[in-house]
Nanobody, 124 residues
């Protein structure tokens, strides 16, 4: 079992930056692929980024490529999402997710563990 707790959300202005963190309670953190998703009101949950066990490989959705960076610190059981140049349409609840298995997945159903989410509000 893996428990995930996100933090770092808040209210910012368009163009600002924000860094989200997600701490996992597991002794085998380095054995999990981690990802970030978001869900805006009335919309489906959307994949943003994923990172491999070692952190050497990352994948991004086209909508955030070049502006968001996913990283992990296996010594701290933590995955991060650095978000730059935020836009009002990116207002959503942001979730981290984990899977024990292969890297390279972007569907919700591929991830078995989820945090409770953290709200990010971007105003214009």
């Amino acid at each position: 079992q893996v428990q995930l707790v996100e933090s770092g959300g808040g209210s910012v202005q368009a163009g600002d930056s924000l860094r989200l963190s997600c701490v996992a309670s597991t002794r085998t953190f380095s054995g999990y692929v981690l990802a970030w998703f978001r869900q805006a009101p009335g919309k489906e949950r959307e994949f943003l980024a994923a990172i491999s066990w070692s952190g050497y490989s990352t994948t991004y959705a086209d909508s955030v490529k070049g502006r968001f960076t996913i990283s992990r610190d296996n010594a701290k059981n933590t995955v991060y999402l650095q978000m730059n140049s935020l836009r009002p349409e990116e207002t959503a609840v942001y979730y981290c997710a984990a899977r024990a298995g292969g890297y390279g997945h972007s569907r919700m159903d591929d991830y078995g563990y989820w945090g409770q989410g953290t709200q990010v509000t971007v105003s214009s």
